[in-house]
């Protein structure tokens, strides 16, 4: 049996909504949507996707990890071996960015599951996050939003079983970005709606229900792209769906996440599905994938402790203002001219040799005296024993804040920086800056988690690395 | 092992005004600073020796010095040592003295900050990933500030006020010294009331960025009684380098292993058992008021957590049983890296020779200097300690 084994998600913390000054409600409906912070991106929040899904789970058994999204960092570097790097994923794993289109997730699960069904891998991670940008005010940036999610699909422990598959290949413009552009074009909406999305997906699941002799009635849920909830249910219409079976696209909520969109509804659909029902979802961009799984007669959907879906959803915070989300995007420019100078780019050789320290996050454990040490040392600062440690990854750990401090001087973005020593659960300290923060709730013995995030872009290089966030969820401990 | 207390003397010092001194390179400064000091002790270029040149960011080399004074050829030493950087110069000089090697050398400090721009610490770093939190010096030891709040059962408005009280201290004696970068009086209230830097520091808790230099000739005691009679002795020179603190999740931010190490040396060296009782005077590194704090407890001036009782019964204050910065600290100097450690010595010379204006302690036979370079966690720490002549 190949299938889901366990899912996640990822929703950034900031949302713009009806409280944010200055971001256009002018329509006067209650839009919300979800906008990462100004040190995420696609692949900070596929990581964070990517450990929701895998919880306690054991990250050995990973064989690949198949990254989708329509804004990687790199035109050329792939972002899934930072990703699989900062998830701590075995080194004889396969890995590959699957890019440039929305459908891009919906595919790489596809080729994932395919993987397993050939015997080539036992598990495979699959992780869709997109960050996508329209102008200042556009439609584009008024419906999108940005969030990730993950699958771990596999043949063994499965909840959801590949029902079935269909894909359409069409060759079309109708929304793109070429290299080097900030934001999305798009061509006139009815020929995109029109030609495009309804006549394509139409085809596409007429094709698939063909293909194995199914209705639409045969299914519980429809985890169905669309660009807006207005065009989203008339599709759902024309494809013979009731309103009831289409999963809640939340556009009021989350916006649409681009390559994450239909996976992250098929991710809400499992967190609230039965033993034995179907599912279908649909992706659309040049074409569509389709898959459908049916969920196992001993399907039962334990509540991960970082949230999934629904528990993202619930932790959010509205901005205050649409000069602050400006500013993040880097579409209000600041003057820097009496702050620090701009800091050189990193060494390449030098974030190669970290990769265990930066990414990994592994401290080490001396396995003379036991003592928990970050940065990993050669010589123990405790009972300088040399090279003899164990270990320990820290980036899973939770911990306390032991004392920080609020930097109003540190630049531009996000002031005032917090800095934070943060003490782990089980030894080790780490003094890191702090995000995803509401000042007052900033104390000393403030439990805190790890979060993957961009530390600047300089030269072209992404520099990540770890930061202290307040725990989002009660029971992360 | 012999040490090195009473077997080199300072015969004469100079040091610059300190502050934003457009009209100077660090040339200039270096030039003002030691014609100073030959001045002061008589003595002819071409009788120096040898040579020791601290700076952390103004040159690269000790050539720079023999091309602004042309010495003559001779060797010439550049140390770094973060913000002991002036201080480990004078100890090196003084070691070469003690050694024998040399009868006269020079030790010089040198900071021009002023130049880049940047109304912050901007200091270039090696190469690396560039991950740790990118917080210039405030931030760092605002999280010790937080701590020892948080440790000693401290609100936030009583630390903010012992803090502001040591930063009126060090801007009334700085208002006293026409080198000085500041020399206005502040109040704790305007210092508990101006803008955050990095929370709990505020504008006044923060020492300035500003430009200067220092420099004493050192020779031995035989040789500095034929030059004057106020020479000053050395009686300890202590470094401590620490780099532990950071990778220890059992270390409290509330203490500095370097000074109390550093301090601990200083006092064996020099005879000292009790500190407080029997140091005259202290110029210690207060780059931010917490540390200065810190400090009174590392050195024993003050018992551990009860630093803020001293600073309420004034007991550091010109008047008090030890005074601390009396020079105006680095408060009122500004802290030209390179430069404050000799800085500071130059206010213990005067106050031991008696030549410290309307700053004169009526006692000051025994000072202490000390500089803290680094961030809490990692430390690089000098303590000198200066005698009177017999």
């Known amino acids: 049996m190949v299938g889901i084994i366990a899912w996640g998600a990822y929703i950034p913390k900031y949302r713009l909504g009806r409280e944010t000054v200055g971001w256009g409600t002018s329509s006067g409906r209650g839009l919300e949507r979800a906008v990462a912070n100004f040190d995420e991106d696609s692949v900070t929040m596929a990581v964070a996707a990517a450990l929701d899904c895998l919880g306690e789970g054991n990250r050995q058994e990973v064989d690949g990890l198949l990254f989708a999204s329509t804004t990687a960092p790199y035109a050329e570097k792939q972002s899934a071996a930072i990703i699989a790097t900062a998830l701590d994923l075995r080194r004889d794993i396969f890995t590959a960015d699957i890019t440039d289109v929305l459908r891009a997730g919906a595919t790489a699960l596809k080729s994932a599951l395919d993987a397993v069904a050939a015997g080539s891998a036992g598990q495979v991670l699959v992780v869709a996050a997109d960050t996508r940008q329209g102008p200042p005010r556009s439609e584009t940036e008024r419906n999108s939003g940005d969030g990730a999610a993950a699958f771990l699909v596999g043949s063994d422990g499965v909840q959801a079983e590949l029902a079935g598959s269909h894909s359409i290949t069409e060759n079309m413009l109708d929304n793109w970005r070429s290299a080097g552009d900030a934001f999305v074009r798009s061509w006139e909406d009815r020929f995109a709606t029109e030609e495009g999305l309804e006549r394509i997906v139409s085809e596409a699941v007429a094709g698939f229900l063909n293909k194995h002799g199914l209705t639409p009635q045969d299914f519980a849920k429809l985890a169905l792209y669309g660009p807006d909830a207005r065009r989203q249910s008339r599709l759902a219409r024309r494809l013979g769906f009731q309103p009831d079976q289409v999963q809640d696209p939340l556009f009021d909520q989350l916006g649409n996440t681009g390559v994450a969109f239909p996976l992250m509804l098929l991710v809400g659909a499992l967190e609230e599905a039965k033993a034995g029902q179907l599912l279908l979802t649909v992706s659309y961009g040049d074409g569509s994938d389709l898959l459908s799984f049916r969920t196992t007669d001993s399907f039962v959907w334990e509540r991960r402790r970082r949230g999934g879906l629904a528990g993202h959803l619930a932790t959010g915070r509205t901005l205050e203002n649409y000069e602050t989300y400006a500013r993040w995007r880097e579409l209000w420019t600041t003057d820097e001219a009496t702050r620090r100078p701009t800091p050189a780019a990193p060494s390449v050789s030098a974030l190669w040799r970290d990769n265990d320290k930066n990414l990994r996050l592994y401290a080490g454990k001396c396995s003379s005296c036991g003592y928990v040490q970050y940065p990993a040392q050669r010589v123990c600062v405790n009972c300088q024993a040399k090279d003899d440690f164990a270990t320990v990854r820290l980036s899973d750990r939770p911990g306390e804040v032991f004392t920080y401090s609020m930097d109003y001087i540190a630049g531009a973005v996000d002031l005032p920086l917090v800095v934070s020593a943060v003490d782990f659960q089980g030894g080790g300290r780490i003094i890191c800056m702090m995000t995803d923060r509401e000042l007052a709730e900033v104390r000393v013995g403030m439990p805190v988690a790890m979060s993957f995030r961009k530390l600047r872009v300089v030269n072209g290089i992404h520099n990540y690395y770890w930061k202290a966030i307040p725990r989002r969820f009660e029971d992360e401990d | ?390």
């Open chain 2, 1 to 390: 092992m012999r040490g090195i207390k009473d077997r080199v003397a300072i015969i004469g010092m100079g040091c610059t005004k300190f502050g934003e001194r457009w009209d100077a390179s660090a040339a200039d400064l270096m030039v003002e600073a030691v014609y100073e000091a030959y001045a002061d002790a008589g003595i002819e270029p071409k009788e120096v020796q040898a040579a020791w040149l601290g700076t952390v960011s103004s040159f690269r080399t000790g050539q720079p010095l023999a091309e602004a004074l042309k010495l003559d050829y001779i060797p010439i030493t550049r140390v770094e040592n973060a913000c002991a950087t002036a201080t480990d110069a004078f100890r090196n000089a003084s070691y070469a003295v003690a050694a024998g090697i040399y009868d006269i050398v020079l030790a010089v400090g040198v900071e021009k900050l002023k130049d880049s721009g940047f109304s912050g610490l901007a200091v270039p770093e090696a190469p690396g990933s560039d991950v740790t939190p990118p917080t210039p010096p405030p931030a760092q030891f605002a999280m010790a500030a937080t701590r020892y709040f948080h440790q000693y059962g401290i609100s936030y408005e009583e630390g903010k006020h012992t803090l502001a009280r040591i930063a009126a201290k060090n801007h009334h004696n700085g208002a006293l010294n026409d080198r000085a970068h500041f020399q206005q009086e502040v109040s704790p209230e305007q210092v508990v009331n101006a803008p955050m830097i990095a929370w709990p520091l505020g504008l006044f808790d923060c020492c300035g960025v500003s430009d200067g230099a220092a420099a004493a000739i050192i020779t031995t005691p035989e040789i500095a009684r034929s030059f004057r009679r106020d020479y000053v002795l050395v009686k300890a020179l202590a470094l401590s380098v620490g780099a532990f603190g950071a990778l220890r999740s059992d270390w409290d931010f509330t203490h500095f292993p370097e000074s109390v190490r550093a301090g601990q040396s200083a006092y064996q060296e020099a005879g000292i058992a009790n500190s407080r009782e029997e140091l005259d005077l202290a110029m210690v590194h207060d780059c931010f008021t917490i540390t200065e704090l810190i400090i009174y407890e590392d050195l024993g001036f003050s018992p551990r957590g009860r630093g803020s009782d001293d600073v309420a019964a004034g007991t550091f204050s010109m008047e008090g049983q030890l005074p601390v910065n009396t020079d105006g600290g680095l408060k009122c100097f500004g802290h030209p890296i390179g430069a404050s450690g000799i800085r500071m010595i130059y206010e213990v010379y005067k106050q031991l020779q008696g030549k410290a204006e309307t700053r004169q302690l009526k006692k000051a036979d025994l000072g202490l200097t000390h500089n803290l370079g680094g961030r809490p966690g990692s430390f690089t720490c000098s303590v000198a300690i200066f005698g009177a002549a017999e």
